[in-house]
């Protein structure tokens, strides 16, 4: 696993010019870039493009191609909007020449105006509660056989409490072949001071984004599993900011799966303050095909 100081300078790319960027990959037990670096990276290189007047209020993107964590990413930056109150920018990720991802970022000086929420889902229990996930993963894995318990670890993507501390109060339905309903969530802080600066706490928000939301669609169909073989991609992945954000703090990913057909599970987050203030929202649609084993 990598250090905080690894894993921030990754998510802030290296500025080659006024709309060029450059990054290298955090190293997971993955086969592929992990789609919430590239989504941060994206983010951070077009926040650092606008005025510090603005903030950003939604981005909506697309994953192309695999990422290949041994090769940098180059970020091209296209500055197609400057108003006085928005401003736009495209950015488009390349490995070897070809896009790996692509996105558009709204950015909006800050204004005052009418407000409402949907309040944080009851019978949440709170954080102090609950195991750090890097805890009670561990305590999963001692019930497994050894190929099982990797195969767990390498699916749930865990971080060093040192660096995000994450409790999840579904995380032993890992266990459970059975379906269970389309809808679960983990409170989460970064442990470092990440300090005061709101282009690093959005983009370490981007980068949490893509953590378990593609797999709220899977739930309900663990049952079918047997026997069969899963693909499962990312396909788009959208954020909308609502306040200010502050992942020093805690703050609860709620989860859930509206729908899934089609070869696709459509997913939605919130991410809740302690507090319960609805900070930003997400979406994402995912590929989502069954194989089975003999046939693959």
Known sequence: MFTWDEFKNTLHVEQLDTYLFKADSLQFRLKRVFGGQVLAQCLNAAYRSVDEDKVPHSLHGYFLRPGDMKRPIIYEVDPIRNGRSFSTRRVVARQNGEAIFNCSVSFQKVE?????????????????????????????????????????????????KDLI???????GDMLNPK?????????????????????????????????ALMSTGIRPH??????????????????????????????????????????????????????????????????????DKKDR
């Open 165 to 171: 501390d994450m409790r999840s109060p579904f995380l």
């Open 222 to 291: 663990r049952s079918e599993m047997a026997g069969k073989t899963m693909m499962g991609a990312s396909l788009d992945h959208a954020m909308w900011f609502h306040g200010n954000i502050n992942v020093n703090d805690w703050n609860y990913y709620y989860l859930d799966s509206p729908r899934s057909g089609r070869a696709r599970s459509f997913n939605r987050g919130s991410f809740y303050s302690e507090s319960g203030r609805l900070i930003a929202s997400t979406a994402q649609e995912g590929l989502f095909r069954f194989y």
């Open 179 to 211: 379906s269970a309903p389309p809808k679960h969530g983990f409170w989460f802080k970064v442990t470092p001071d990440v300090g005061d600066d709101p282009v690093m706490h959005m983009t370490l928000l981007a980068f949490i984004s893509d953590k």
């Open 112 to 160: 005052d105006g009418p407000s409402h929420q949907f309040d944080m889902p009851d019978n949440i229990p709170g954080p102090k509660e609950l195991k750090s996930d890097a805890v009670h993963l561990e305590e999963l894995a001692s019930t497994l056989e050894p190929d099982q318990a990797d195969k767990l670890r390498n699916y749930y993507l865990i971080f060093s």
